[in-house]
């Protein structure tokens, strides 16, 4: 099943440095994770904002659940999430 994900990055502002450095990198290595194992098929930035939009594959909406939980900037995202079906002229 796949789901369009959009994410918004609400990590407070006045969060230091070096722990904002230590939680990119750690997102980073968490997506490629995600990517490997075919949950995270594409991502892309928004311009103008801290946010992304991602194209996710899970079994179900449960596993999405855990895959983006599963991220260390997690506590700071507001998330949206919409399932994707077939169109039937793709069928």
Do not use: C
Request: no cysteine; net charge negative.
């Amino acid at each position: 099943m796949e789901f369009l994900v959009r994410s918004e990055n609400r990590l407070p502002p006045d969060t230091p440095e070096q722990r904002r450095a230590e939680l990119r990198a750690a997102e980073r290595a968490r997506a490629m994770q995600l990517r490997e194992q075919g949950v995270l098929k594409r991502l892309w930035r928004v311009p103008g904002r801290n946010a992304t939009v991602g194209l996710y594959e899970a079994d179900d909406p449960a596993r999405l659940h855990e895959a983006l939980m599963s991220l260390p900037m997690a506590p700071w995202l507001d998330v949206t999430v919409e399932a994707l079906a077939t169109h039937p002229q793709e069928a």
